[in-house]
Structure formats: C-alpha cells, structure tokens
C-alpha cells in the first residue's frame, strides 16, 4: 500500500502567451526580443522552488479546457503536438511532449464521483491540450521532466449561480487532495488564472507585441482590486480572502471565476500561512500574480 501523499506547494500561475513568446522559449516557434521581466523572473523563482521540492506530480486546473458536461481529468499517458492560442496565434505555437499520471487521473476522477460530483476522463490520444495548462505547466517547469495532471473547467455550475461554482470546486479540490494521499503522491498544485481580467481589445502596438512603453493596467480601480486580493494573500487571511473573492469577480471579470484558485486552496485545507508572492504584473492591461504558498516547510497540516 502507498504511503500517505501529501501536498508540497501550490502556485498561482498564470497563464498570458506572452510569457512564453517573451522568453523565447525553444519549443515556441515565434520570437521576439523579451518583454514582461517581471513576471517571467519571478516564475524563475518558482522553478528553483519546485526543483528543490521534488514532487511527483504536477497537478493544473485550467479555464481554457472548458467543459459542460462534468469535471475531466486528462487520462492519456503520453500526448505530443502542437497547441497554438486562438486570440495570439502570433505569439503561441507550442510543440508539447507531455508524460500524465493517469494512476493519479483515476484516482480523482474516483473520488470527483464519490464527492457527488459529474466526472469524465478524457482517454483521446489525439486530444490537443490547452495552452492554459501548457503555459502555466511550461513556466513553473519548463523540461517537463515531471508527470502531469491537467483538470478541465466545468462550466455549467455557473448557470445556476457563482455561489454554486464556488461549492463545486470545493468538493473538487478536497477530492483532489484524498486522491493524492490515496496515492501516496507528493504533489505539486499549480492554479491558471489571472487576478483581474479585463484587457484591451486590440494590441496596442501589433508590430511589436513586446513593446514594454505601452503595456500598463486596464484602470486604477482593477488595480486596486488587485492589490486588496493580492495583500490578503501575503497576509495569511484566508477568511477575509475566500469571502471577498465573490466580490472581486463581479467587480473585475477576473479569471477566478473558472474554479482554479478555488480548487487549489480547497485542496491544501484553505492554509492560514502568508502567501510568498514572487511578481505581480499586467499583461494587456490583465492583473497577473505569481504566488506561492509553500505547505511543506509545515506552515498547514498537509505537509
């Protein structure tokens, strides 16, 4: 029988093309001349953190693999091909070789449906995976020399109301966390989203996507939205975090709403330790933190 499994880590990641194109990265095929350091640096924190870590796993939940029918986990062993972004096909073609734990895929998906929960596994060895999933995965572990895990955004809770979304992803997250102990895996949990998410409907410069004098946040009030959210993670107010959340998504479209920051604090027991917030910046005028709460250096019970 498997040891216990635990939860290291779980990172805020979000998941803007233009990481990837800034970088330069080999397995993308655009190029450009940099851009959006501060972010990128502080990915590069993170991958110091999760080489140090070691966890088996990788585990994302993405909002741009949506589905209506249940919560799907990706349960293909081995998928290679292409994924490009339909909003920046100009900035994102990325050629992906992706090892999954589908041990762990079971698992989840088991416990998703002793939760009460819809679940489906996805088994299609040609599906294309998500550029949510890729580039938050590709940013915090670019060698992808970790199996991962990739779980879809089931939208249809969120007709009823966001209260009720919220619920699910609660019962996803704790799901989650029983099959990773089941397991015996040490696991790593990564969160696809933005903070705020409202942007600029053209580029400001489309000759030069990266032009750094022209990026900046859509307004003030988004950003002080942001900076409310961002100071009660640095804080350790779990409380006051999870109850204003509601709020921020009405107020600023934010990417929250697809249940990934919920899965994830759901799945690590919502932990009332301060946050590490390793960069915060704007992508198209979009709020974008990459955060870290680290469980394994015994802050919450899970460790």
Known sequence: MASKGQILAGFLAPHPPHLIYGENA????????????????????????????????????????????????????????????????HLFRYRYNINVDVEL?????????????????????????????????????????????????????????????????????EATRRAIEKTGRRAVLAASNTLSHFHFDREPNPALPEDMSKEHIFSHENYLWDMKVVNLMRQGKMDELVKVLPEFINSTASEVKSGSLFWMLSAMGFPKIPARVHGYWTVIGTGNAVVEWNLAGGGNGHA
């Open 105 to 173: 895929a079971d698992a989840v998906h088991d416990e998703a449906l002793a939760s009460g929960l819809l679940s489906r596994k996805m088994t299609n060895p040609n599906f294309r995976v998500d550029y949510g999933t890729i580039i938050s995965l590709h940013m915090l572990n670019p060698n992808w020399d970790i199996p991962i895990l990739s779980i879809s955004a089931n939208n249809s809770p969120y007709y009823f109301s966001l209260k009720v979304g919220i619920e699910e992803m609660n019962k996803l997250g």
């Open 26 to 89: 080999e397995a993308n095929e655009p190029r450009s001349t940099g851009g959006w350091e501060v972010l990128r640096w502080a990915y590069e924190n993170c991958r110091e953190r999760i080489r140090d870590l070691k966890p088996d796993v990788i585990l994302v939940h993405t909002p741009h693999w949506m589905t209506i029918v249940g919560h799907h986990v990706l349960r293909v062993p081995h998928l290679s091909g292409v994924s490009v972004d339909p909003i920046f096909p």
